[in-house]
């Protein structure tokens, strides 16, 4: 994928209860309690899209 590394959120608590993103050509998006599960990749305009509705 050529990502910068898997990231989690700084207000994640200790426990495995949220979402990784992985930043590159493309972004990368895994569960933290199934990682193995694979990942959903999106463009970074459409990760970029995601994160101004949430906000």
């Known amino acids: ?4 590394g898997w990231r989690k959120s ?3 608590g200790p426990n495995d209860n949220c ?3 992985a930043l590159g050509p493309v972004v990368g998006v895994r569960d ?3 990682r193995q ?3 959903l990749t999106v463009s970074p305009r459409a990760w970029r899209s995601v994160l101004d509705r949430l906000r």
């Open 1 to 4: 994928m050529g990502s910068t």
């Open 10 to 12: 700084s207000y994640s």
């Open 19 to 21: 979402v990784e993103v």
């Open 32 to 34: 933290t309690k199934a």
């Open 37 to 39: 599960a694979g990942q």
